[in-house]
């Protein structure tokens, strides 16, 4: 008998769907998931940005507003998707459900390569499934990875800004106090250079939904020796308003 995460139905619909629940609106199809919460906050009341609220996504964790946000002269939809695979999926759900159909995501990640400096950039080509989500929209299978159309956006970006980064391998999981020694050699063997929570869930409902999304990480906490090193990653004050930028404009290559 299989496990319960295996039983994958196929029918595409399903008795809640996002467009029960929201109707379209008027905003850019181009949309940036930015986890950087303080980085939104500065754009927003930033009085040379120009922004608007132009919707919110209600959960229990309260409302989250949904930006436009002008970038020279071009608008590009701004949301925070919250946190962990369930949450980022189901806001990623809502904004496809309002009208958008091209993402960029960009957040931080540790690192299973202590090579890789703090602030350094990792476009991520696949993910591997170590979370629940995606087996709610896509068939079991190790990996799943991102839009070539997305990663080509991001690159063309990267390479326009002469900013360095990597590509490669990505491990998702929903523990993260259980990122063990046993599992981060595993995945480093395996060819992960970060670890993260959200990667896999999107790259699995951007596939259903038939939406175009990738993501840029920037390489955060260091868990590949015996000790974790935080490498205060959460304060990289210019990396984080950096890489927002850069992502939106690689949405708006799409």
Not at 39 to 67: L, N
Not at 130 to 143: F, N, V
Not at 203 to 217: E, H
Not at 219 to 242: A, F, H, I, M, V
């Amino acid at each position: 008998m299989d496990y319960p995460i295996l039983e994958f139905d196929s029918s595409r619909e399903a008795i809640i769907e996002p467009h029960h629940l929201i109707s379209r609106i008027d905003l850019p199809q181009q949309c940036v998931l930015c986890f950087f919460n303080e980085v939104i906050g500065q754009v927003d009341a930033s009085e040379t940005i120009r922004t608007e609220i132009v919707h919110h996504i209600g959960s229990e964790i309260g409302k989250v507003p949904v930006y436009v946000v002008d970038y020279q002269g071009q608008p590009c939809t701004v949301v925070h998707p919250g946190v962990g695979a369930p949450l980022a999926a189901a806001f990623l759900e809502e904004m496809i459900a309002l009208g958008c159909t091209k993402f960029i995501a960009c957040g931080g990640a540790g690192v299973l390569n202590g090579d890789l400096v703090v602030g350094h950039l990792v476009v991520p080509t696949s993910a591997v499934r170590d979370e629940g989500t995606s087996y709610h929209y896509l068939p079991a299978g190790r990996e799943v990875g991102p839009s070539p159309e997305g990663i080509a956006a991001i690159e063309a970006t990267l390479s326009a800004h002469q900013a360095p980064y990597v590509t490669g391998k990505t491990w998702t999981t929903d523990a993260i106090y259980r990122e063990t020694p046993a599992r981060m050699a595993r995945r480093r063997n395996e060819g992960c250079l970060t670890v993260e929570m959200e990667a896999a869930a999107f790259f699995a409902v951007a596939q259903f939904r038939g939406v175009t999304f990738a993501q840029i990480l920037y390489s955060g906490d260091d868990l590949s020796g015996p000790e974790w090193g935080s490498r205060n990653w959460g304060k990289q004050t210019s990396t984080r308003q950096n890489l927002f930028w850069l992502s939106v404009e690689a949405a708006l290559r799409l």
